[in-house]
């Protein structure tokens, strides 16, 4: 059975789950309202605000677009798929690297590895499912001398999710150590290597692929056409039309990055060393380019030219930061570079502070920690005890990269370890094959996990869920369709379910509060919100009028009582209406 058959069989088997309920985890809930707000002609980071880059609500907004907003099977179709293209490229490294058995069950590893959580951290189709593909396409490319291609993977990945540019310590390590060997995949030595005719290509023609595609993409945002908070041109496809754009940039860039300019000998060789002196000298004896001077194995000898690493080093950098820097650039043209900075960058200082809340920030650490060393431990066991820091230093930094990535804002939230899992199943697998453990060893536990974390994810409660269906129920039968509605809490599934339209271009609390997981009461309040946003909101709501309010902050810190600004409109316009739980209804009283 081919490998890529293999591992989609594993990959429906253990990730099944998914498709038992419509939303995991709240993410899912606000990616799906806010792909709804995308395809009724609002813009991202105008008519609707997230601090997350904008592919993931891009690729809702699209599959919405394609088959409905009224059903979610085609996004969770695509979680799967992102899980089996992460195997799937895990698996063309690893062979590459330890050979076709470790190939094959590095792809199957990390399948079983990443169920290995609680269940609506590993089921839900959120940001940390669609980073992984990119931010391991990045490592492969970089190990093939793909460099400005690897650049462009890692803004894909950071684009996904801030965390995923994290790639980019590794890949531009990779870049400096080959070119400073004159290797590359390719063959970057010298600064140049062969096109299919023969001749020489430089460098920088090399690195342009991350430019076309990249500029392409900031030019066809130009063309849209302004950057307001309003519809877009082409209205309801907003959505849609933007990923199509970025696919198109992205395949600009790959056409160039990967084209047929490289020679066939030399992409399989991976390691075509041609001394720039010989070339320019026509293969003087004793140089590289004479081929009755190669070395034993076929690799020719490089020549000693005075600062050509340094050079190489330089040039292989260059082609990394092209390829990652400027799909930013084109994204930002795209979407408004101001809106877009704020809210991906700048605006998210009070998020990310690390004040405060350190007890439970390193508690939810621990936690999850632990259930992902117990879940994949023949991994971590054999990347420990099979460790070889200067063979595999690539793979050690990303892993390190990675783990920066998770701790970034300290909120420790499960979903976050996925993006420890493909350098640790690499280093797990190289330990294996190093004869830390036995496959047989390995293959057994992985078993045994996928078991029990496929059984979890079958029983896993769904209380929360069917409290907030029932909310909808009752919001559908008191209002109209259309009517606008406020949610007052970090779940707003409720619009979704609900479906009525949001009276606010924010969709949670925290945006309004600095309220999140493990944050310190002390640190929540209007005090603490993102800069302009009260003025912004009371603009909504005076607009929106909105009929009903939902708070659904039960008792947390940012409850009503605690939101001065927010209790006063309550009390000034609303009336109870009922309560469902610790959810209270209000009805607007004045008309």
């Known amino acids: 059975m081919p490998t890529a058959v293999l591992l989609a069989v594993v990959a429906v088997i253990t990730h099944v789950a998914v498709f038992q309920r419509a939303f995991w985890n709240p993410d899912e809930g606000f990616l799906a309202t806010q792909a709804r707000i995308l395809g009724d002609g609002a813009q991202l980071y105008g008519g609707v605000v997230d601090r997350k880059p904008p592919v993931v609500p891009c690729l809702y907004a ?35 690297r330890f050979g076709p058995t470790a190939g094959l069950m590095a792809g199957v590893l990390y399948l079983v590895a990443s169920i290995g959580l609680a269940p609506p951290d590993a089921m839900a189709a959120n940001f ?55 290797l590359g995949g390719g063959g970057v030595a010298g600064g140049r290597r062969r096109d299919r005719g023969g001749r020489w290509v430089p460098w920088w023609r090399r690195c342009r692929g991350g430019a076309v595609g990249a500029v392409g993409l900031g030019a066809l945002g130009l063309r849209r056409g302004g950057a307001g908070g309003g519809a877009a041109s082409g209205g309801k496809a907003w959505g849609g039309v933007l990923l199509g754009r970025a696919v198109a940039g992205g395949v600009a860039l790959n056409a160039a990055a990967f084209g047929g300019s490289v020679a066939r000998d ?20 004793g140089v590289a380019g004479d081929d009755s001077n190669a070395a034993p194995g076929g690799r020719a000898v490089r020549g000693r030219v005075p600062g050509a690493a340094t050079r190489l080093r330089l040039q292989a950098v260059a082609c990394v930061l092209l390829g990652a820097i400027v799909p930013w650039v084109g994204v930002a043209l795209l979407l408004g570079a101001g809106r877009f900075v704020f809210w991906v960058v700048t605006g998210s200082g009070g998020y990310l502070s690390l004040e405060g809340g350190w007890l439970w920030a390193v508690a939810r650490a621990s936690g999850n920690l632990a259930i992902v060393a117990a879940a994949g431990l023949p991994l ?3 990347a420990w005890r099979g460790r070889r820091f200067r063979a595999d230093a690539d793979l050690w930094l990303w892993l390190a990269a990675s783990a920066i990535g998770v701790a970034a804002g300290t909120r420790f939230f499960g979903h976050y370890f996925l993006q420890l899992l493909p350098p640790l199943v690499l280093l797990g697998v190289a330990g294996v094959v190093r004869g830390a453990l036995r496959w047989r060893t390995v293959a057994g536990y992985a078993a045994l996990s996928a078991t029990v974390f496929v059984y979890l994810a079958a029983t896993w409660p769904q209380v929360r869920l069917d409290h907030i269906r029932g909310v909808a ?55 603490y919100a993102v800069p302009g946003s009260w003025a912004q909101f009371t603009e909504d709501l005076t607009r929106t009028r909105p009929e009903l309010v939902i708070d659904d902050s039960g008792n947390a810190a940012y409850r009503p009582d605690r939101i001065p600004r927010l209790d006063q409109f309550l009390k000034a316009h609303y009336r109870e209406l009922e309560r469902q739980g610790a959810t209270v209804i209000y009805r607007r009283i004045d008309p």
């Open 380 to 382: 971590v066991w054999a």
């Open 266 to 285: 030399e992409i399989a060789s991976g390691h075509a060393a041609w001394g720039v002196a010989g070339r320019r000298g026509g293969g003087a004896p």
């Open 62 to 96: 699209a599959a919405f677009q394609l088959f409905g907003s009224g059903t979610l099977w085609p996004v969770k179709v695509l979680a799967v798929a992102a899980h089996l293209a992460t195997a799937v490229l895990l698996a063309v490294f690893a062979r590459r």
């Open 128 to 182: 940390e499912t669609f980073m992984l593909p990119a931010s391991v396409a990045a490592i492969v490319l970089a190990d093939r001398g793909r460099f400005a291609a690897a650049g462009f993977a890692a803004a894909v990945a950071a684009l996904t999710k801030q965390s995923g540019g994290a790639v980019v310590l590794p890949v531009l390590w990779v870049a400096v150590m080959a070119a400073g060997k004159g």
């Open 473 to 527: 129920a009752t919001v559908r039968a008191e209002t109209r369709p259309g009517e606008p509605l406020l949610v007052w809490g970090m779940n707003p599934a409720v619009y979704y379910f609900a479906e009525r339209p949001p009276a606010t271009r924010f969709l949670t609390a925290g945006f309004l509060t600095n309220f999140a997981g493990g944050r310190p009461d002390s640190q929540v309040g209007e005090a």
